[in-house]
Structure formats: structure tokens, C-alpha cells
């Protein structure tokens, strides 16, 4: 019988694979489910919010599950700050960065809430620059003048009432969406660990001032949502997660979430 080929060229390499092959291949992607916010509100000016002081928010629910570590494998004491250098420290730039200035160059947040790492995050705008660390956030302006904060990342969601409010879990993500000139900021919430349900909690503001107000958004998963990643495209904002499976928290493999603009 004919035999149908069809010709890829890769860089130089040809391969050539049967046509039928390369149809088998073809899937349609189809969502596991689609799912709407289980609770939705419009926060007041943030500019008006009284900040929560950092470290307000206990986080019992991380004792002993993820260590927090200096060198291999010593974990913090009660109050112990880190000390020495950074090991991961870059001390030169390398290639060509011929063209490039740094116009304004200040001091962020610090560890203040003693977790290793920190998970520091941040982006700019046109006229901000918005910090979070795991688990405080600040907002500068241009210059590097603090404009609010620092802040229990907590702040952005008071008010938002739900099993979330008494949590500050962390894994912030800051992004300056730059289509719609609005700032979208993020922390997960696990008021029931090790079970379920978990919360992303998910701020996006109204208008390119983050300190105004912010339209704030709780969604649950059935799997704990690790080390959420957001990335920013023109038809919705990505996340990309860990998840595990409770109440044994093994291993569920990584998901990915879109959601609508």
C-alpha cells in the first residue's frame, strides 16, 4: 500500500515520520474542569487600609512540613536571623551589557519574616515598584520612597472574610500586567492542612495605582497548589502549581490553571 510522508526540518536534521503518525498526535485539549471564584468582592483603597504589622499571622501549619534551613540541613532557631554571606550571591555580570544603565538602585524589604528562602518577587510599572517577599509586601515609588507598607501580605485581602482570614501561608506572585495597566498579586491559603480544600487567593487591581482598591478573588482546589507561578497573556493570567494530593500530601504531579481576564 502507498505510504504517505510528511518531511520536518529541524536545524540542518531532517526526519521523516509516516503521516499517520504525526495525525495520531493530534489531540484536543480538554480542561479537567472549569470553576468560578467561591468568593468575589471589591476591597476599599488600599492607601486606606491599616497594614498588618509582619509577622502578625501565625503559620503553625508549616512547623516541621518545610524546614527552614542555613547550609545543609540546619534549621532555623526561634528568633535566629541569618548570618553571613549569601551563598548564591552573584558577584559579576557576565557578557556584554553594553548600552544598559541602572537609573535608580534602592534597598527592598529584607527577610523580615525569618523564612529561608524568602521568596523574593517583584515587579514594576510605569510609576511603582511592588515588592513581596514570603510573607510581607512594600510599594515604592520610582525613587524608592516607600509608599505603603511593609505589610502582612494578608493586607490586600482585609476584610475579604472566609476560612482564609486568619492565614498568611505565602508563595506571594506579584505581576504588573502591562496589557491593562493593572497590578495582579497572589498568596495560597491552607486554613485546613493538611486536608483540603486549599485557596489561591488572587488580587487584581483597578486601576494602575496599587494602592487603590483591588478586586480580590478565593479559588479552591482539592490538592494543596505548591509553588504556585503566574505569567501574563493577552487572552488570561496562567498559573502553573505542585500539587499534592491530600491528606498524605504525596505527590500529585504539576497542574496549570488560566483564568479569564
Known amino acids: 500500500m502507498k505510504q504517505n510522508y510528511f518531511f520536518l526540518l529541524f536545524l540542518g536534521m531532517v526526519i521523516i515520520l509516516p503521516f499517520q503518525y504525526l495525525s495520531a498526535q493530534v489531540q484536543t485539549f480538554q480542561p479537567e474542569k472549569i470553576i468560578k471564584p467561591v468568593h468575589f468582592d471589591v476591597s476599599k483603597k488600599l492607601r486606606d487600609i491599616e497594614p498588618v504589622p509582619p509577622g502578625t499571622r501565625p503559620r503553625s501549619w508549616k512547623d516541621n512540613v518545610i524546614k527552614n534551613m542555613t547550609g545543609m540541613y540546619q534549621e532555623f532557631e526561634e528568633g535566629e536571623q541569618w548570618t553571613g554571606p549569601d551563598p548564591v550571591l552573584q558577584d559579576e555580570i ?21 523564612v529561608a528562602p524568602p521568596d523574593t518577587d517583584g515587579d514594576v510599572g510605569p510609576n511603582h515598584y511592588f515588592q513581596m517577599i514570603n510573607l510581607s509586601f512594600a510599594i515604592y515609588n520610582k525613587d524608592g520612597t516607600i509608599l505603603y507598607g511593609p505589610a502582612d501580605n494578608i493586607t490586600l485581602w482585609d476584610g475579604f472574610d ?15 500586567d502591562q496589557y491593562a495597566d493593572r497590578w495582579i ?10 486536608s483540603g480544600p486549599f485557596y489561591e487567593l488572587i488580587a487584581v487591581s483597578q486601576t ?15 490538592n494543596l497548589p505548591d509553588y504556585p507561578k ?8 496562567y498559573m502553573s502549581i505542585n500539587q499534592f494530593a491530600p491528606p498524605s ?11 479569564d481576564r
Open 94 to 114: 557576565s557578557g556584554s551589557r553594553s548600552g544598559a544603565t541602572v537609573n535608580e538602585n534602592f534597598a527592598g524589604l529584607g527577610n523580615l519574616n525569618n
Open 208 to 222: 494602575g495605582d496599587p494602592t487603590g482598591a483591588w478586586n480580590r478573588y478565593a479559588y479552591s482546589f482539592d
Open 230 to 237: 503566574f505569567g501574563i497573556w493577552p487572552d488570561g493570567y
Open 185 to 194: 498579586a497572589t498568596q495560597f491559603s491552607f486554613p485546613n492542612y493538611p
Open 162 to 176: 472566609g476560612p482564609w482570614s486568619s492565614t498568611n501561608d505565602g508563595d506571594p506572585i506579584v505581576l504588573y
Open 249 to 259: 500530601l504525596y505527590f500529585a504531579g504539576a497542574g496549570v490553571s488560566i483564568f
